[in-house]
């Protein structure tokens, strides 16, 4: 099984007056990249929730949407700091002996000083909130990575079919490659006829540089390499697994005996050939970025 790297997953869960919505989506990327939004009050699970994903994912660049609502009466609490009334509270009464003013405070008065009545939220249970935020993240994730496992069957039927493509291609160059040096040695024999005339031919002379040319042309290394690429990279994706990046360095292998190939080309017919293998190849490594 092979996963692609562009996936999207999404749960809800409603408990105890409270609802997390989380919703997770991911692109291509060489490594894992993990960014989470979520409410400033759940900051304190972003640790918890990377160590999380990190089971189910192992690339790809990954948004991590988290939303919550708390629908509980008291969600917030009023706090009265005594402390900071009875400092104010000191300093007026300090004022009132310094200046010989009245003292004419109320509690009213006093109740409006900054700090003395703060609102603060409610304490929560962490374990029970984390326990609730966990089984939204866990569905989204389970979502997410089914649509990954889809998309990358998509890609490997699609990988498998360009690779056999690619072999036909190989096939055709290895058949060409012998037909090549027979033709240049029977134009070049009549070439020489033509020249010398009535003159017997050095068949000797005639074999060394039709030798010489083979020599120049002859790929048959590139296409012993290319094959066994296409064979690896056929069954590495039928074993699955994360393979994003062995893929990605067969191709590049691939790429280069291609390169080979066609700069030994000596008639239209392989160069044409070896042209569309190229582009093959580059189909196939475009595609290769997806996989995780």
Request: aromatic share 8%; proline share 1%; charged share 35%.
């Amino acid at each position: 099984m092979i996963k692609s790297m562009t996936g999207f997953g999404r749960c809800e869960v409603a408990e105890n007056n409270r609802k997390f919505t989380v919703e997770i989506k991911s692109v291509n990327h060489r490594y894992l990249d993990i960014n989470i939004k979520m409410p400033k009050a759940l900051n304190f699970f972003e640790s918890s929730i990377r160590n999380e994903l990190k089971s189910y994912i192992s690339r790809g660049k990954v948004d991590v949407f988290v939303s919550y609502e708390d629908f509980s009466e008291k969600t917030s609490v009023v706090r009265y700091h005594r402390e900071v009334a009875e400092e104010y509270l000191g300093y007026l009464n300090q004022m009132a002996e310094e200046f010989g003013l009245e003292n004419d405070i109320r509690v009213s008065a006093l109740s409006r000083f900054p700090e003395i009545f703060t609102m603060e939220e409610a304490g929560v249970d962490e374990e029970e909130l984390w326990k609730e935020l966990r089984k939204a993240l866990i569905g989204a994730a389970g979502m997410f990575v089914d649509t990954r496992v889809v998309e990358g069957e998509h890609l490997k039927n699609d990988l498998i079919e360009k690779l056999d493509g690619m072999r036909m291609r190989v096939d055709f160059i290895s058949e060409r490659s012998p037909q090549i040096v027979a033709e240049y040695r029977r134009k070049l024999k009549e070439r020489v006829r033509e020249l010398l005339e009535d003159t017997n031919i050095d068949e000797g002379r005639l074999l060394t540089e039709v030798t010489i040319f083979a020599d120049k042309v002859c790929v048959d290394e590139e296409i012993v390499r290319l094959r066994s690429h296409i064979e690896t990279t056929k069954n590495t994706l039928l074993e699955g697994g994360s393979i994003g990046r062995k893929l990605d360095f067969i191709a590049q292998e691939m790429n280069r005996e291609a390169n080979t190939i066609l700069s030994k080309a000596s008639d239209l017919e392989t160069s044409n050939c070896a042209i569309e293998l190229k582009t093959e190849i580059e189909k196939v490594r475009e595609q290769i970025q997806n996989i995780e």
